[in-house]
């Protein structure tokens, strides 16, 4: 039964972090642009998020920290500062979009303007981490998260070139418009590889009380739930290529979207993206708030943890009460959430040098790995991630300017 629940862990982490309003909204625009041409991005990306995630639950496993206690005690509270900081940033414009996806998928349903309902949801984003714990928070996300399947079988029910879609999975230049093909693919990955699950993920682990018996099933949970996020999000790509690139809709705003499942699936097809947006953005809200509590209790050596009451947990509590209060604010001033959305996902990955080089480093520490530190694959990938993310977060500024 722990397997299992762990698996769930997993899938959460993925619904919540991986399949978010970024994944759906940077996984759609590609395919209504591009059509498949962007499949690598998302595999590529999938593939880093794996190893990242892997190797926070089997630090959290090993050593009982988790990352951010572990950067703290291992840099120093000085150094860890400026990540924390960056972190802070990034994680406030991202639950803002991420609490502006909630209120488009109900805008879609009623008809009222997203911005009326940004705090209720907040509240009730609120409400569900004050008096859950966090297996309901998992449990919960991860089986209501299951609708998001309908993008898959929307992808083979439009029956896609799929000559086409394996080619999509080797990087090529584009035929057009370079720049704003090259922003999409680093939003993507901006999107996907988001430092905030890791965080979550890591703490997650401590929660549950995994250990050393727990590293092998770490490693499929890692896979399983971010295959799970990677093959809806691929499916969304597939069906925008498929509905809206042919019917000539970029995808520039928001109300398209549902556009993609409407022709595949009829009017359910409506009702079901409009769920699929909403639970995958409240699971992310959850997520990103209890981070960056997670985060900031850590960071200062706070009592946390979601399965402790509010009362025995005040500091903890009151950071993710405020921070949801904030992003509320945002999405309210949010002339534009698809704009918001592309925005915070090319910011996250300026941030990412900082966020993710002392990760690798620390996982070859002996004092909190012992036997268990990166080895030569874990090592090259990371040299790949942190180069990457060095590369991107050069180009970030100047494509977010040009093809943004």
């Known amino acids: 039964m722990k397997k299992v629940l762990m698996v769930a862990l997993g899938i959460l982490t993925s619904i919540g972090g991986f399949l978010d309003v970024g994944a759906i909204a940077t996984s759609a625009e590609a395919g209504a642009v591009f059509g498949p041409r962007l499949l690598w991005a998302i595999a590529f990306s999938t593939l880093c998020i794996v190893f990242l995630v ?29 990540p924390f900081v960056c972190e802070l940033i990034v994680d406030l414009l991202v639950l803002g979009a991420e609490i502006g996806g909630v209120c488009l998928a109900l805008q879609f349903v009623t008809g009222v303007p997203f911005r009326w309902f940004a705090f209720p949801v907040a509240l009730l984003v609120w409400l569900f981490i004050w008096v859950g714990s966090f297996s309901l928070v998992e449990d919960a996300t991860a089986i209501l998260g299951l609708v998001t399947i309908a993008f898959v ?64 099933v770490n490693r499929m949970v890692a896979v399983i739930g971010m295959a799970f996020g990677s093959l809806v999000a ?24 549902p556009l993609m499942l409407a022709r595949a699936l009829g009017l359910a097809g409506f009702y079901f993206f409009a769920a699929s947006l909403g639970i995958a953005c409240f699971g992310a809200c959850v997520e990103v708030a209890l981070s960056v509590s997670y985060l900031t209790a850590q960071t200062f050596g706070w009592n946390w943890g979601e399965n402790l009451a509010p009362k025995s947990n005040a500091r903890f509590a009151a950071v993710y009460t405020g921070f949801l209060l904030l992003a509320a604010c945002v999405t309210l001033v949010a002339s534009d959430p698809l704009k918001l959305t592309l925005f ?52 970030a500024i100047p494509l977010q300017i040009i093809g943004g």
């Open 54 to 82: 892997e190797m926070a639950g089997r630090l959290a496993a090993v050593s009982k920290h988790t990352l951010a206690d572990a950067l703290r005690e291992r840099y120093g509270w000085r150094f860890f500062v400026i």
């Open 344 to 395: 915070t996902m090319a910011l996250t990955v300026v941030m990412l040098p900082v966020l993710l080089l002392p990760t690798i480093m620390l996982m070859n520490d002996k004092k909190f790995l012992k036997q268990h530190r990166n080895g030569w694959l874990s090592n090259t990938m990371g040299v790949v991630i942190v180069v990457t993310a060095i590369v991107l977060s050069i180009l």
């Open 234 to 257: 691929m499916a969304v790509l597939i069906v925008a290529a498929t509905t809206l690139l042919p019917a000539g809709v970029a995808m520039d705003r928001y109300e398209q979207a």
């Open 153 to 216: 079988v929307a992808a083979f029910r439009m029956k896609p070139d799929f000559h086409a879609i394996a080619a999509g999975f080797v990087p090529s230049l584009p035929t057009h418009d370079a720049a704003h093909y090259w922003y999409i693919a680093l939003s993507i990955i901006g999107a996907i590889i988001s430092p905030y699950l890791i965080y979550f993920y890591s703490a997650g682990a401590v929660e549950d009380g995994w250990s050393v018996k727990d590293l092998k």
